[in-house]
T-cell receptor, first 111, second 114 residues
Framework: GENVEQHPSTLSVQEGDSAVIKCTYS??????FPWYKQELGKRPQLIID?????GEKKDQRIAVTLNKTAKHFSLHITETQPEDSAVYFC??????????FGKGTRLSVIA | DAMVIQNPRYQVTQFGKPVTLSCSQT?????MYWYQQKSSQAPKLLFH???????NEADTPDNFQSRRPNTSFCFLDIRSPGLGDAAMYLC?????????????FGPGTRLTVT
C-alpha cells in the first residue's frame, strides 16, 4: 500500500521568511496530493491540493509542487505570518482510495 | 451551508461503558470516513463507507464498530472504551464518483475515558 513520508517534523521560521515542507510517496499510481492545516483543537482544513496532471499550483502565499518521477511533492509558504503557525499534513491517494497521511510538520512562525 | 456535523463535540465516558459518536452531512457525499487522532499525530483511518459498502482497516480494533443507516448519517460505536481510546474522532466525507476529490472534515468529537 501507499506510504507517505513527511519532513521535517518541526520547523521554525522568522516571520516574513519562507517555509518548505516536503513529502515523498511510494505508490506511483497515486494521483491526488492535498495539504491540510490543523490548528490546535480544530479540524484539518484543506489549504491546497494538486493532481498528478499538474506540476505546480499556487494560491496567494501558498504553492505546491509535484515531481511525479521522483515521487515527491512540497508545500511552499512565502512571507510567513504568525497565523501560519499550525501542524501541516500532506496526504496522497489514487482513484477513490482513502487518503494516506504523512506524520505532520509543526510549523512555528516567530514574530 | 453544506457541511459535516459531529455530535457531541465533547464526550466523557467511563472505562468499559459503551459510547456512540455521530456524524451527519449535508453534502450528499457517498463516501464517509472515521478517523482517530491522538495528540500530535496524523489522523488514523478506522474505516470508511463507499455508499453502503463498509471497509474496515486491518488494524482497527474489534472494539470499534460503525453504522451508516443512510447517506447522511454515520455512527461510531466503541463497545468497551479503554483509556487508550481517548482521542479526537474525526468524521470526513468525499464525493467518490470519478474521484479523487477533496475530503471534508467535521469538527471532531473529543472523547475522554475516565
Amino acid at each position: 500500500g501507499e506510504n507517505v513520508e513527511q519532513h521535517p517534523s518541526t520547523l521554525s521560521v522568522q516571520e516574513g521568511d519562507s517555509a518548505v515542507i516536503k513529502c515523498t510517496y511510494s505508490d506511483s499510481a497515486s494521483n491526488y496530493f492535498p495539504w491540510y492545516k490543523q490548528e490546535l483543537g480544530k479540524r484539518p482544513q484543506l489549504i491546497i491540493d494538486i493532481r498528478s496532471n499538474v506540476g505546480e499550483k499556487k494560491d496567494q502565499r501558498i504553492a505546491v509542487t509535484l515531481n511525479k518521477t521522483a515521487k515527491h511533492f512540497s508545500l511552499h509558504i512565502t512571507e510567513t505570518q504568525p497565523e501560519d503557525s499550525a501542524v501541516y499534513f500532506c496526504a496522497a491517494s489514487r482513484g477513490n482510495t482513502p487518503l494516506v497521511f504523512g506524520k505532520g510538520t509543526r510549523l512555528s512562525v516567530i514574530a | 451551508d453544506a457541511m459535516v456535523i459531529q455530535n457531541p463535540r465533547y464526550q466523557v465516558t467511563q472505562f468499559g461503558k459503551p459510547v456512540t459518536l455521530s456524524c451527519s452531512q449535508t453534502l450528499n457525499h457517498n463516501v464517509m470516513y472515521w478517523y482517530q487522532q491522538k495528540s500530535s499525530q496524523a489522523p488514523k483511518l478506522l474505516f470508511h463507507y463507499y455508499d453502503k459498502d463498509f471497509n474496515n482497516e486491518a488494524d482497527t480494533p474489534d472494539n470499534f464498530q460503525s453504522r451508516r443507516p443512510n447517506t447522511s448519517f454515520c455512527f461510531l460505536d466503541i463497545r468497551s472504551p479503554g483509556l487508550g481510546d481517548a482521542a479526537m474522532y474525526l468524521c470526513a466525507t468525499s464525493n467518490g464518483q470519478g474521484g479523487p476529490y477533496e475530503q471534508y472534515f467535521g469538527p471532531g468529537t473529543r472523547l475522554t475515558v475516565t
